[in-house]
């Protein structure tokens, strides 16, 4: 990624663009510390090690080579090569699992799960069930309670 976008080879010609207009046959370079934009596929050059753990759960990068899918979300841990786009948004991989997560109506036994939202008394704190998936909060200030 560069300071505004990404590297995009368009026209015979390499600029700049922002990720959110990419489009799939674009080629793209990415290189170590990138967060890849969108699916692609590898072309020549050497070996990548990517980092897919927000997507799979694996906790070691992984080797990509010439050929291999690199999935949008995955961080380039070592490595630079050219890729061409073949999905962005609701249909790269990330997107797809988003759209299954979202569009379930069952609430898990994970979902269920309590949490306490803080508030300035601690003895008021009142527990609330997750009911969506991938619910982040952010607690700050929390009053020490010693």
């Not at 799979?56 to 080797?63: I, M, R």
């Not at 979202?102 to 939202?117: A, E, M, P, R």
């Amino acid at each position: 990624m560069y300071l505004n976008g990404w590297q995009v080879l368009r026209d015979g010609r390499w600029t700049e663009q922002e990720a959110a207009i990419l489009v799939p046959g674009d080629i793209i370079s990415i290189k170590l510390g990138d967060i890849v934009p969108a699916d692609a596929r590898l072309l020549e050059g050497d070996s990548l090690k990517i980092d897919q753990s927000a997507l799979t759960g694996e906790s070691l990068p992984v080797s990509k080579n010439s050929g291999d899918e690199v999935f949008s979300g995955s961080t380039v841990k070592q490595g630079e090569i050219e890729a061409i786009v073949i999905a962005t948004g609701v249909h790269t991989f990330f997107g797809k699992a988003a759209h299954l997560v979202d569009s379930t109506n069952q609430v898990g036994h994970f979902q269920k799960g309590c949490i306490c939202l803080p508030s300035p008394d601690p003895t008021k704190w009142k527990p609330r069930a997750l009911d969506r998936p991938f619910v982040l909060f952010y607690l700050q200030n929390i009053p020490n309670t010693k």
